[in-house]
């Protein structure tokens, strides 16, 4: 079966744009295919990110994707890859115009799919004043009036996190109070109050949360909310290629992989959020250029007969 592409990139933010300039510098006929649905596209900026930093994700993205078509054996396409399936000694993928594509190796970096709770009025300030990351947050929101909604040993570590920033922090139970005397000393050591109130809804404008609404009619005041916001696979494709997932730290199926960025299925790799237990986008980045590397030299082995893995 004579294939079109040496490696098929499925997405592209930061691992996917990452991996493909490494692929396309190793002059390998490389497809990227992306969808358009980084998970961090409603934030207002990349926090801590090197050269990059408080700078709008979309700049990252625009840049990356102007330097990897730049190589003459990299081609990019704004799609969705609908179904992939293992054929002969590679596999077909499927987009969503109809298209079908052939390709040697898979090399995933969907992301995943963040899970926020569902509130009203949330969605307008998700990335900008309602976040779940306090290191990409944390300094817009210092010295601020927050507030933090989880539940569990997962709401003392976010409040207490919160506290590296400001002073004035509010733990919201939602009407689900689980903590015990040990929890409410160690919170009311740090200053952080416990509001177990119902909440209603999230009131605010342009991004800007504002206040907390509760079911009695009261509202408290707030500039920043940190939720719990559970990582999902954004589609079956890692299962069609016969990639294992299983539950990780922040997701119930984060692909495996092995140190190699190698899945369990033969000649598909990962890199990225879709496969890390720390989702950060320096991280993805790095884990990008070390999975295309991996790919690499596995075409490499299998063309000339190079040792792989690598010693």
């Not at 590679?90 to 079908?100: H, Q, Y």
């Not at 300030?125 to 929101?141: A, D, N, R, T, Y």
């Amino acid at each position: 079966m004579t294939h079109e592409w040496e490696c098929v990139v499925v997405g592209g933010g930061a691992a996917g744009l990452s991996a493909t300039l490494v692929l396309g510098r190793a002059r390998r006929r490389t497809l990227l295919v992306d969808a358009g649905e980084q998970s961090n596209r409603f934030s207002t900026g990349i926090g801590g990110m090197l050269g990059y930093d408080q700078r709008p994700p979309a700049e990252l993205y625009e840049a990356g994707r102007r330097e990897v078509e730049a190589y003459p054996t990299v081609e990019y396409r704004a799609a969705t890859v609908v179904h992939g399936a293992p054929e002969g000694d590679g596999f077909v993928l499927s987009l969503d115009a109809g298209d079908r594509v052939t390709t040697r190796r898979v090399l995933l970096a969907t992301g995943m799919q963040y899970c926020p709770p569902e509130l009203p009025g949330l969605e307008p300030l998700w990335g900008k004043s309602v976040f779940q990351c306090p290191f990409c947050h944390g300094w817009e929101m210092r010295d601020k009036r927050l507030a933090s909604l989880a539940a569990g040993e997962e709401a003392i570590h976010a409040s207490l996190m919160l506290r590296g920033w400001s002073d004035d922090v509010v733990l919201l139970t939602d009407g689900h109070p689980q903590l015990d005397g040990k929890d409410h000393e160690r919170l009311q050591a740090a200053g952080i109050t416990i509001d177990d109130r119902r909440i209603t809804e999230l009131i605010g404008t342009d991004g800007q949360l504002e206040a907390i609404a509760f079911n009695d009619g009261s509202r408290l005041d707030r500039d920043g909310l940190l939720v719990e916001a559970p990582l999902r696979q954004r589609s079956k494709l890692a299962e069609q290629l016969g990639a294992s997932c299983g539950p990780g730290p922040l997701a119930p199926d984060t692909v495996r992989i092995d140190a190699l960025h190698r899945t369990s299925a033969q000649s598909v790799f990962a890199a990225g959020d879709v496969c890390t237990e720390h989702p950060y986008v320096a991280g993805s980045i790095a884990g990008g250029a070390q999975a295309a590397m991996i790919v690499v030299q596995s075409l490499l082995a299998e063309q000339f007969g190079m040792p792989y893995p690598p010693e």
